[in-house]
Structures are given as C-alpha cells and as structure tokens.
C-alpha cells in the first residue's frame, strides 16, 4: 500500500516538474518571439555593437604596429601608410567575424 501512494506522489511530483518546464518553454518561446520582432533599439545597439568591435579592432592593431615599431629600433620600422592599411584590413576582418558571429547567432536561435 505504501509503494502505491511513493509511486503516486513521484508521479505527483514528475507532472509538477513537466509543467513547469512546459511553462518555460512557453515563455522562452515567447522571448525569442519578441526578440525576432523588428525593433529599432536592438538595430541600434547591433549597429553600435559593430562600430565598437571596428574602432577597438582598429586601434588595438595601430597601437600594437607602433609598439613593435618602436621597441625594436628601427628593425622593423613601418611607415605610418602601412600601418593605417594594415590597422584597417584587421578591423576589416574583425567586422566580418562580428557579422558571422551574429548571424550564425540568430540562425541558432531560429531553430530552437
């Protein structure tokens, strides 16, 4: 008799569990519903999202290219035209990177 009411009260206890997921999912559902709503606040926040990695992409690689200019005493001495086009190709890349990284983002989220 005991085994019947551990079995009902487990079984209680699952069904309470299963709803409550069901009610998550609903919710995240509903989440990403809305996030895949066109809003122009999160176009501006990915717009400057992008410039941010750009400009830090940027000027990460010109500071480094001047350091190494610098320390090693002419060794390796670049004229400031090659660092801009070097400086830019990188951030360049980064953008691009940024891009895939969104998109591949949005499509995992799609699918789910």
Not at 24 to 34: F, G, H, I, L, Q
Not at 63 to 72: A, P, T
């Amino acid at each position: 008799m005991k085994k019947k009411y551990r079995n009902s009260k487990n079984a209680l206890s699952e069904q309470k569990a299963i709803n409550i997921l069901k009610t998550d999912s609903e919710e995240a559902a509903y989440r990403r519903a809305k996030e895949d709503e066109f809003n122009p606040l999160n176009l501006l926040k990915g717009i400057l999202g992008f410039v941010f990695v750009v400009a830090i992409a940027f000027g990460w690689m010109m500071l480094m290219l001047l350091i190494i200019s610098f320390v090693s005493l002419s060794y390796l001495h670049f004229n400031i035209d090659v660092m801009l086009y070097v400086s830019a190709g990188f951030a360049a890349i980064c953008g691009v990177v940024y891009i895939f990284g969104k998109v591949r983002k949005s499509i995992g989220r799609r699918k789910l």
